[in-house]
């Protein structure tokens, strides 16, 4: 089994990426409904959950763990590496980083995320390691987490919020080429993002290359399912029904309250 962990629903985006590149294999998603949002809490308290949650995925028979939460992966992915030695650890971050790095031609990256992910620089620091030309310039846009959980992902509102933030960056002469969406939540945003920054910047999502990177992992390992169905397990750590209802538009399919398994950590 694959484990994916997020805060809620927004690493329901990496889930949707991981079974469309992976649909033979059986996948259990752990969303900590009840702590929700990790993006404005300290480094220590998003480390201590993260534990927590991989905890209680390890019930679980994991091949391979993905930490779907940008904020988790930047500030606890090496405790998370420590508890679980003998498993596949992956995060956000590097795969987007890497893919970043490859599509900007310029050296000017941009990367928008929670105040916890800018905050603990990981972003910054993949990036450095494979490119030391690069400028890099990191943004909070927390607005973007409430309106992709309200729906609010197109129209005037959405387009607004991202003209907000993304304006004094973009509609500079020296702007960047390349945007990292560095945040779970932002993939929904898309369309509100591209009309802001126009068509020739490279928009990097993280669902999608870590999605690619567990596939090349799994089968460098030789862990990659040989066929057969694949499957996949929800579990929240509150309100069901609210992930359920939420979790839909993320998930780009129907899901019901009843197959959403209520869980303690
Ligand atoms: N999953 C979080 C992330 O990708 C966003 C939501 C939160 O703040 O918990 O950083």
Same mark, same amino acid.
């Given at each position: 089994m694959i484990g994916?962990?997020? @805060?809620?629903?927004g690493g329901l985006t990496v889930l949707e990426a991981l079974a469309a590149e992976l649909p033979c294999e059986h996948f259990v998603y752990l969303g900590d409904t009840a702590r929700l949002p990790y993006g404005t809490k300290s480094a220590e308290t998003v480390v201590r959950y993260a534990l927590q949650a991989t905890g209680a995925l390890m019930q679980y028979p994991l091949k391979c763990l993905v930490i779907a939460c940008n904020t988790a992966s930047a500030v606890s992915l090496p405790a998370i590496r420590e508890r679980m030695a003998n498993?596949?650890?992956i995060g956000v971050i590097e795969p987007g980083a890497e893919a970043a790095c490859?599509? @900007?031609?310029?050296?000017?990256?941009?990367?928008?995320?929670t105040e916890g992910t800018v905050r603990g620089a990981a972003y910054e620091e993949a990036i450095r390691r494979r490119r030391a030309d690069v400028r890099l310039?990191?943004?909070?846009?927390?607005?973007f987490v409430a309106l992709?959980?309200?729906?609010?992902?197109?129209?005037?509102?959405?387009e607004a919020v991202a003209h907000?933030?993304?304006?004094?960056?973009f509609a500079a002469p020296r702007r960047p080429d390349t945007l990292v969406l560095g945040c779970t939540h932002f993939p929904m945003l898309i369309q509100a993002i591209r009309a802001a920054v126009g068509a020739q910047v490279t928009i990097v999502d993280s669902a999608q290359t870590t999605a690619r990177h567990v596939r090349r992992t799994l089968r460098e390992a030789g862990l990659?399912?040989?066929?057969?169905?694949?499957s996949l397990r929800l579990l929240a750590t509150d309100a069901p029904q609210r992930f359920a209802r939420i979790g839909s538009r993320f998930l780009e399919r129907p899901i019901e309250a009843h197959e959403v398994e209520l869980v303690d950590l």
């Open positions: 994916v962990f997020d @805060s809620g629903v498993v596949p650890v490859a599509a @900007s031609r310029s050296g000017r990256i941009a990367v928008i995320a310039t990191a943004l909070p846009a927390p607005l992709a959980e309200e729906g609010v992902c197109e129209g005037p509102i959405a907000h933030y993304l304006d004094p960056l990659a399912a040989a066929g057969g169905q694949g």
